[in-house]
């Protein structure tokens, strides 16, 4: 952490304070596994308190406070005795260490002016590339993960999420070039998901893939009535999953392998995007831009591709020679379609 330092402000900082940048600060005990008794936190949190005002005694003082669940945060009430401002955040969005982009937004706007360790270290990044203090995302990230310990490791996701969180620093490090930012929260119409080159589940024979989003509720589809396909490698190297239906704001895709009794589940992949940021009729997702188990991206080929299809304004799009488009029913409203994938929309 001293070498850490040297890229910011020689000044050493209050005792169990962190260094960051200039004028920004992480309580050391975002380092550690070791959980300390009421008192003795209470102890420490007005010990580091007193010597960050005296550090900086004209400074108006704001913590960020990323927290489980929605219960008011201890510290909120021992900071608040100081007149020092506290912010709540979530320690995570649908099982992502991200926040969504509106809360980002704020984040970086409350920040301007004056966790659990995944969100922690994506936030403390997105607020380095906001600052123009690094400019390149993927080593700003890997540069704040590596602050970490050992033993913070065990406390991690099981997914691997830096490959969305990439993404979002990507989206952060827009928003000094970008007038409108956030940008205009507009439906799209998610038509289906190609999955190019698919991934080895079962014994290396091949998977049987099952399609979640979540999004903001503006369609939700009824369940399909087919058993899940189930696609070998050796047979098909692409599969077409339709879904059809409106997504919005911050979207969270989640493929899954089911087991042969149906009811067991393997995360393939999951990844994480703002429709905002979605400028074409498709968003291509690499491997390496899909977040998989730590252990399980050698089950990927390299040729992986997960692809996204929303429709234009005539409902009709063409994939490989094939069209896709709603069908109508008698009555003329559009029909349900009965594929072998289930999908469905949370809010």
Known sequence: MAQFRRFFNSKPPPDRLVEMSEKVYVFDCCFSTDVMAEDEYKASMTDITIQLQDHFPDASIMVSNFREGDKRSHISDLLNQYDITVIDYPRQYEGFPILPLEMIHHFLQTTQSCGGWPVLAFMLAGLLLHGKQHSREQETLEMVYNLAPKE???????????????????????????????????????????????????????????????????????????????????????VKIDV???????????????????????????????AGFVTSDSLTLSRDEVDVLWDSREQFSEDFKAEMLFLDTHGIIAVDGVISSGSASEDGNETERCLPNTFFIDD
């Open 152 to 238: 913070l490791l065990r406390l991690w996701p099981p997914l691997d999420p830096q490959s969305s969180q990439l993404r979002y620093l990507r989206y952060i490090s827009r928003r000094n070039l970008e007038a409108d930012w956030p940008p205009v929260d507009t439906p799209l119409l998610l038509d289906c998901i190609i999955l190019r080159a698919i991934p080895l589940f079962d014994g290396g024979k091949g998977c049987r893939p099952v399609v979640r989003v979540s999004s903001k509720l503006l369609f939700s589809s009824p369940r399909v009535k087919k058993q899940p396909r189930y696609y070998k490698q050796a047979e098909a190297m692409l």
């Open 244 to 274: 059809h239906c409106r997504i919005q704001g911050d979207v969270v895709l989640e493929c899954v392998h089911l087991d042969d009794d149906l009811t067991r589940e393997h995360v393939i992949f999951k990844a994480m995007f703002n």
